[in-house]
């Protein structure tokens, strides 16, 4: 992989295009990611410090591939990115109206959280110096978001498994629609989107498992991106 970085052509326009739209992604995933743990700071209560904490930290992520984008003098195409996330935005913005926090924490602990892992670990390798030092920092960072989901939907499990089922059959499909979006540009990053679908998997299916879903359950679930893919 560092061979395959250092024949990138950081300054190209194709790649420079590219990464505009990847880049934004990033940035307002961040950026979701911050608003979402804010709201359920305010459905969570109880665990109010430690999801304020969360969103400050995803703040913190977006300043850095902000940073990224200036270092390769490219504009963040944040009109694109807005709308790439505007089906796992609104469907958290229902759940929270509705008091789902189940739901909320699938699609932001659990989707968004293993999506991002999956993305970064795939560009660290393939990134230019100050992007690769950037995203390494966060990418640490993004496991102990994940862990927060994981705890409070293992030691809620049997209560929040139906609910858990039915929101990954809702938000599952759309993730595949939105890797399928993403891989031309990603391809030019030398990011692979067969590699991108594999490490989100894998990351996804052991959070599941954490929580306590059986293997069966997990394959079963899986399933429901497919016919998106």
């Keep these: 992989m560092a061979q395959i970085a250092a024949s990138i052509d950081f ?12 880049n934004a992604i990033v940035i307002e995933g961040e950026q979701e990611a911050y608003e979402n743990y804010t709201k359920l700071a305010e459905l ?26 200036r270092n390769l003098q490219v504009t963040a195409d944040l009109e694109f990115a807005r709308n790439f996330f505007s089906r796992l935005h609104e469907n958290f913005k ?24 999956a993305a970064y670990n795939i560009y660290i390798p393939v990134a230019d110096d100050f992007a690769r030092k950037i995203t390494e920092g966060v990418v640490k960072d993004e496991y102990t978001h994940l862990n927060f989901g ?7 499990f049997e209560e929040s ?10 938000n599952l499909p759309i ?12 391809g030019v990053l030398a990011m692979e989107k067969d590699a991108l679908v594999e490490d989100f998997m894998i990351a996804y ?14 394959m079963r679930m899986s399933a429901y991106g497919l016919t998106a893919a």
């Excluded at 498994?161 to 809702?170: D, F, G, I, P």
């Excluded at 993730?175 to 990603?186: R, S, Y």
């Design 94 to 117: 229902v759940a929270a109206e509705a008091g789902e926090i189940v739901t909320c924490l699938l699609i932001q602990s659990l989707i968004i959280e293993c999506f991002a892992i």
């Design 175 to 186: 993730v595949w629609q939105m890797l399928n979006q993403v891989a031309k540009d990603a």
């Design 11 to 22: 300054q190209s326009e194709t790649y420079k295009d590219a990464y505009s739209r990847i």
């Design 161 to 170: 498994k139906a609910e858990l089922e039915t929101a990954n059959r809702q």
């Design 205 to 218: 299916g052991e959070a599941l498992s954490n929580i306590g879903f059986t293997t069966r359950d997990i």
């Design 44 to 69: 969570l209560p109880e665990s109010k410090d430690e999801l304020i904490r969360l969103s400050k930290m995803e703040m913190r992520h977006k300043k850095g591939f902000e940073a990224c984008g």
């Design 150 to 156: 994981e705890v409070w939907l293992k030691e809620h």
